[in-house]
């Protein structure tokens, strides 16, 4: 269980100044190092490209983030990614995760990929989750255009 620590300084005193601002740096580098970012690209191999599959980098990134303790960042770089249908589900042992993207996602526009799924990207069980910047393009022409009865949509579309 832990504990709690309390420290009580005498400003006036020049060491417990030093002291504390050596406690407050600590404090600070400790935070720091227990934040972690997954770069989609550099560490998973995810290429902004458009075309290719990006879907199990963006799950092993997800992954990895759902199982570090403390905070964690999955950051999408500039580009465009295409991602297939992808569940991201928890419980998640970290309860701080930030994916911030500065690229654009991109779906599948055909409806094989699709399966029985009605959703692109479903975050499930998920509690803490932030989700900043970027662009979510759902393709939305291709999807309307479905529903006008010119494609096999996907199910759940119509």
């Avoid at 720091?32 to 995810?46: F, H, M």
């Avoid at 479905?146 to 494609?151: D, M, R």
């Amino acid at each position: 269980m832990p504990r709690r620590v309390t420290l009580v300084l005498d400003m006036a005193n020049s060491n417990n100044l030093l002291v504390m601002r050596l406690i407050i740096i600590l404090v600070a580098l400790v935070h720091s190092l227990s934040a972690k970012t997954l770069n989609v690209v550099s560490d998973y191999g995810a290429k902004a490209d458009g075309v290719s599959d990006n879907s199990a980098a963006f799950l092993k990134a997800w992954k990895d983030a759902c199982s570090t303790a403390g905070e964690t960042t999955i950051y999408v770089p500039s580009g465009q990614y295409l991602v297939h249908p992808t569940l991201f589900s928890g419980p998640c042992v970290s309860t701080k995760i930030t994916v911030q993207v500065d690229g654009k996602l991109i779906p599948r526009t055909d409806s094989e990929g699709y399966g029985s799924s009605r959703y692109w990207l479903q975050f499930e069980k998920v509690k803490g989750m932030t989700f900043n910047g970027g662009n979510l393009d759902g393709k939305g022409s291709a999807l309307w255009s479905c529903k006008a009865g010119k494609g096999k949509c996907p199910d759940g579309t119509r």
